[in-house]
């Protein structure tokens, strides 16, 4: 896979921050529009077509960009945006916001429950309950903004910063 790419544009044009597929066929896009209103778009035959669902999260009260999303199956995802998750349990069709607290870049889900999320002023928040209650969690004197969280196959969360990588094990 990889060796051939084809081109998709979105109108109005957007600027697309993250991509996340739960499978060949499945997948969102997150960003914003150049008013910096959110935009959310899903594909279920592999990114040939697109279908809107910015409408659905901005009911949901997102108002401005998101830039991460994680999800685990066709139905059960999580869409950052400025200060709060927002979860879907039916593909996109519709969210739940819930307030992390912290302006969030990124979020990672470990599975239904067990959520990761990173952003501006060093912040790394946690939930344990499928994102309707957070912690923040950073260490002490962390102030560089974080970009990105994952988990590698070594059950580690990384945490991507402006110039450098952060790892946690649990």
């Not at 901005?58 to 999580?78: D, E, N, P, R, V």
């Not at 992390?100 to 952003?119: F, N, R, S, V």
């Not at 912690?135 to 102030?143: F, I, K, Q």
Request: aromatic share 16%; net charge negative; with cysteine.
């Amino acid at each position: 896979g990889g060796s051939s790419w084809t081109s998709y544009t979105f109108s109005p044009t957007a600027t697309i921050d993250d991509v996340w597929f739960v499978n060949t066929q499945t997948g969102w896009v997150v960003g914003y529009y150049g008013d910096n209103s959110p935009m959310v778009y899903k594909t279920t035959n592999g990114g040939s077509s697109w279908i809107s669902q910015t409408e659905a999260i901005t009911s949901a009260g997102l108002i401005t960009k998101s830039y991460g999303l994680h999800f685990l199956t066709t139905s059960l995802g999580f869409i950052d945006g400025y200060d709060k998750c927002y979860k879907t349990t039916n593909g996109g069709s519709s969210y739940t916001g819930y307030n992390i607290g912290d302006w969030q870049k990124d979020i990672y889900a470990m599975d239904e429950t067990y959520l990761w999320g990173c952003g501006d002023w060093g912040s790394i928040d946690r939930s344990t309950n499928g994102g309707v209650t957070w912690s923040d969690v950073r260490p002490t004197g962390l102030t560089a903004g974080q970009n990105g969280v994952w988990r590698s196959e070594e059950h580690t969360s990384e945490l991507q910063s402006h110039s450098f990588i952060s790892y946690a094990v649990f």
